[in-house]
């Protein structure tokens, strides 16, 4: 059997000699990057001989007649060969790469962490030497370019740890950065389309290789689905939903009221869309199919549903605030320039309110668990946005500096964002990438410059060859580009598909590429030469092919000699289920005393020769004054080699059993405890009702959430826990799995060895009722006579007559329960009866050794008696449950408003500036003074006085939006 999905180290397989080594898309790549190699290499080197020959006097001509390394329109041309070959190669090394990690990693992919002192320390890093890059930003106008990707980069950064590290506490406070993500693609494009007029099909096309161009190339190699990727399709409907918007009717884009209901008509369709039950979204988005896939598995049209319902205000939010940007900055220039005290009022009271507000969004909204949160976030996350905004612009000081750490981060957000999948984290961002094994902050560090300078290289390499195939100005041109470009993309799948089927081993694969790749090169070095569009000092291209490709065949013995020699790391070797089950109990207690002061009050982790290591989280706590009691499972070998067996913290206990999880713990007072430490793993539920010690605790709800569930249930004998056993199967609320104990009650208030081996006999007949669960038995433990505190106990329940009751349990039970708990294994060390309470029940470290033997044997027992854990949910499943009409109508009531009001900020804004303000300020908020300057400077044709004040990018002055990105798009990207 194959690792299942719960395991902790996971990423695809690598066939063996006789399977597939790659996907179609990713042998076609590699094809191509092997011409596109072999074609740099080679014009390289006539660059060479040209200034050889000409004494290196005509170098700079040289390096011009081959592009000059700058970005240009692609033609069939020695320049523009070698300026495609060079930035392909490169593109295509950094994809290969990305192969690589996932699919032949050079040690094994890594478990994620769940580390939240490492999330903020890092996050507290990352602000304290942004602090130290403040600098004085170019323009202080109201979400300049260099503020919002300055926004952009703190987000992102947060973003990508709470991947890494599995932050889940700060899961709200991440749905809200993806809103402000989704919110500047309205404002970007809104604002670029408002001002420049330029609905051009170029334009789309531009936008649409920006969004899409490194995706598609990820799905190609890795064979994943579009959906996977959601932040791309997202941001790619929401792009295109504003193009609409200002394309159709763009004559009354200029009109003070056209514009205006335009947006208010488009709110409402967002409205009946996905807040009534009307069906529009199947209507309009069932194309998608609803068949579960990887990234959907709840079917795409579901995927689809839950990832655009989250932010499906944000978008035409952030229109509304560019359409009232000029209104905006008129507030914040004019407030900033009044005396003193009027200034400190209006901006006082403004800032007072935006607090305020963002006070109660936080107490009522943010601190709602995951699941309430979410049906909130597209209505609710917005007003903290807002409150964000005006708060960072309220001074012109803070308008005028940014950090420009955090700019730097914020300009590759869409590269950072798709790459994480493979080159940072890895198995579609399931596990982490590891290049130093052993040390994982250093291999975090390490991995962290390798991706992140990856995805600066590959954002740069999206722009470049962008400016070759979509060049400004010809639509003929660009899709004349398309159209070469994508035969060449389908043929170089052609050509990887029969290289997959063929069954080739790995080494003969790697020559079947390198011999197509250089045919490849070389045809495309013979149509140059027939061109002959330029003239060089020296030989053709083809003869420089032919003196070159002795260096080249050496370089690819090179790489077939690696190929043969390198042994990529496996995950881990299989796990065999049965082997598991038989070595998870298999472990050995860590008892040290004497320990000094300051030792003994802080945790240490050892290995089992006593030594203190980092990495492994054991369990412990301090029984007694000054003594540590660890417990650690033994190295696995075989067939258990691949078991992965370790200390499981609260998020690591869920991955490991399936979504919604339910676990019936049935029996005594030792059942009991093992409920309690069942809560405090996968709950984080550290406390305990003594009060109601013969009676049930939590039930089971039969709901259908992500968390799992642990009830308790008092059954004290066997006879007892037969009948609980019985209720159960036929419980709305039916368990996955049953925990359950006997045996001391029955010794103490039965004392018939006879009658207890019948009713378990019984009991263990009605368990093969229902196979589809998972149950587990715990026998009693070690029974310290000394301590044993009552007469009863001392004549009827000593350890030599319970020590019976277990023999009977393991004549009967084995091959009738999955597990078979030996509790009292666990409780006969010469340690052990010091840490018994009563002779009975013992410390608490002791059950929450019993709670991770279960958690870690869950998947195991599962996997062996093939109740399908291991696979994703596979059922579709339907949409219209994050509506919220009422939620809804509020949204719109907000849009209209600022509508009306012109006011961004739904009167945090224009209440201070009517109430406090001079009557300057109320000038300056009209709608006539302060639209003058946009609309005339666009009626004019030109977009120079632009919001966001001119940028320079490429080489290009670029005086559009007041948003990030190259082009005036916006952020479209994370």
């Not at 074609?39 to 040209?50: E, G, N, P, S, T």
């Not at 495309?524 to 092919?545: C, H, M, Q, W």
């Not at 207690?589 to 300051?598: A, D, K, M, P, Q």
């Not at 209209?896 to 009167?907: E, H, N, Q, Y």
Request: proline share 4%.
């Amino acid at each position: 059997m194959g690792v299942p999905r719960w395991a902790f180290e996971v990423s695809p397989s690598v066939a063996d000699a006789g399977g597939h080594w790659a996907t179609a898309g990713a042998t076609g790549l590699a094809i191509l990057t092997v011409a596109a190699l072999t074609c740099w290499a080679v014009l390289y080197a006539v660059i060479i001989q040209h200034n050889n020959r000409t004494g290196g006097a005509d170098e700079k001509g040289a390096i011009a007649l081959f592009g000059g390394g700058r970005s240009k329109p692609l033609a069939l041309s020695l320049a523009g060969v070698y300026a495609l070959a060079r930035e392909f190669s490169r593109l295509g090394a950094i994809m290969i790469f990305t192969y690589v990690c996932e699919h032949f990693p050079f040690f094994p992919h890594a478990a994620k962490s769940h580390d939240m002192d490492l999330f903020w320390s890092l996050t507290a890093a990352l602000f304290l030497a942004a602090a130290f890059t403040v600098r004085k930003s170019k323009s202080t106008d109201l979400l300049h370019r260099e503020q919002t990707e300055e926004w952009k980069g703190w987000m992102q950064f947060m973003f990508l740890l709470y991947h890494y590290l599995h932050a889940g506490e700060v899961y709200n406070a991440i749905r809200v950065m993806i809103t402000c993500y989704v919110w500047m693609t309205g404002f970007g494009n809104f604002s670029f389309f408002y001002i420049k007029e330029d609905f051009g099909a170029v334009r789309v096309l531009q936008m649409l290789w920006r969004l899409n161009f490194l995706v598609g190339l990820l799905m190609l190699v890795h064979g994943n689905t579009y959906i996977l990727y959601y932040i791309c399709p997202l941001h790619t409907f929401y792009f295109l939903m504003t193009y609409v918007v200002m394309r159709v009717g763009r004559g009354m884009n200029r009109s003070k009221w056209g514009i205006r209901a335009k947006i208010m008509i488009v709110s409402v369709i967002i409205y009946l869309v996905w807040d009534t039950q009307l069906g529009l979204f199947d209507l309009l988005f069932g194309w998608v199919g609803a068949t579960p896939k990887m990234g959907g598995t709840a079917g795409t049209l579901y995927e689809w549903y839950f990832r655009t319902s989250l932010d499906h205000y944000s978008t035409i939010l952030g229109m509304v605030f560019a359409l009232n940007y000029p209104v905006a900055k008129a507030f914040f220039d004019t407030a900033g320039k009044l005396p003193g005290p009027q200034k400190a009022l209006v901006l006082g009271v403004g800032s007072v309110g935006a607090l305020g507000i963002l006070g109660f969004w936080f107490s009522e909204y943010y601190t709602l668990p995951k699941v309430p949160y979410n049906a909130t976030n597209a209505y609710m996350a917005p007003v903290a946005l807002l409150c964000y905004v005006f708060l960072r612009n309220a001074l012109p000081v803070m308008r005028s500096y940014h950090s420009e750490l955090l700019h730097d981060i914020g300009k590759t957000t869409l590269e950072t964002y798709l790459l994480q999948h493979h080159l940072w984290l890895t198995s579609n961002a399931k596990t982490l990438l590891v290049l130093v094994p052993g040390m994982p902050k250093l291999n975090f560090l390490l991995v962290s410059c390798v991706y992140y300078v990856c995805a600066k290289e590959c954002y740069r390499l999206t722009m470049s060859l962008r400016g070759m195939f979509l060049p400004d100005g010809s639509v003929y041109t660009c899709l004349r580009n398309l159209l070469g470009l994508t035969a060449v993309v389908v043929a170089a799948l052609v050509a990887g598909a029969m290289l997959t089927v063929s069954y080739m081993g790995r080494v003969e694969h790697l020559i079947a590429i390198l011999g197509i790749g250089l045919l490849v090169a070389f045809a495309t070095l013979v149509i140059l030469d027939r061109k002959k569009a330029e003239r060089i000092n020296g030989p053709s291209v083809t003869a420089e092919f032919v003196r070159t490709a002795p260096r080249l065949a050496c370089v690819g013995f090179i790489a077939v000699i690696i190929a043969r020699t390198y042994n990529p790391a496996m995950d881990r070797p299989t796990a065999h289920p049965a082997s598991c089950m038989a070595t998870v109990q298999d472990g050995a207690w860590l008892y040290r005393t004497n320990i000094g002061t300051l030792e003994c009050l802080g945790a240490y982790d050892v290995n089992q020769d006593g030594d203190e290591i980092e990495g492994w989280k054991a369990l412990e706590e301090q029984a007694g004054a000054c003594e540590t009691l660890a417990w650690q499972w033994k190295a696995q070998e075989g067939d258990a080699a691949g078991c992965g067996f370790r200390m499981l913290n609260k998020w690591e206990a869920t991955q490991r059993v399936r979504k919604g999880m339910k676990i019936a713990v049935v029996g005594d007072s030792e059942a009991r405890n093992v409920y309690y430490a069942l809560r405090r793993m996968f709950i984080g539920d550290d406390s305990s009702d003594d009060a109601k010690r013969h009676s049930d605790l939590t039930r089971l709800e039969p709901t259908t959430g992500s968390k799992p569930q642990v009830g308790f249930y008092w059954a004290p004998k066997v006879e007892d826990i037969r009948l609980k056993l019985a209720s159960l199967y036929n419980d709305v609320a039916k368990p996955d799995a049953i925990v359950f104990s006997a045996g001391l009650w029955d010794t103490l208030h039965n004392g018939n060895l006879d009658d207890y081996e019948g009713s378990l006999r019984e009991t263990a007949g009605l368990l093969h009722t229902h196979e589809d669960m998972v149950y587990m038995f715990m026998q009693p433990p070690r029974v310290v006579d000394s301590k044993l505190n009552t007469p009863e106990k001392l004549e009827k329940m000593k350890e030599e007559q319970v020590a019976k009751y277990r023999k009977v349990a393991e004549k009967n039970l084995p091959g009738k329960v999955d597990l078979l708990l030996n509790f009292h294994q666990l409780t006969s060390e010469s340690f052990s009866p010091s840490h018994s309470v009563d002779g009975v029940h013992y410390a608490r470290i002791y059950y929450d050794v019993l709670a991770q033997q279960i958690a870690n044997a869950l998947p195991y027992a599962a996997e062996a008696k093939g109740l399908g854990w291991d696979l994703p949910e596979n059922q579709s499943r339907e949409t219209g449950g994050m509506a919220d009409p009422a939620y809804g109508i509020g949204v719109l009531v907000a849009i209209a408003v600022m509508l009306l009001t012109f006011d961004s900020f739904a009167g945090v804004a224009l209440l201070p500036a009517m109430l406090f303000g001079t009557p300057s300020l109320r000038q300056a908020l009209r709608y006539d003074v302060a639209y003058r300057p946009f609309l005339a400077i666009s009626d004019a044709g030109s977009p120079g006085a632009s919001p966001g004040g001119a940028q320079k990018e490429d080489g290009v002055e670029e005086k559009v939006p007041f948003i990030s990105g190259k082009d005036g798009t916006g952020s479209a990207n994370v």
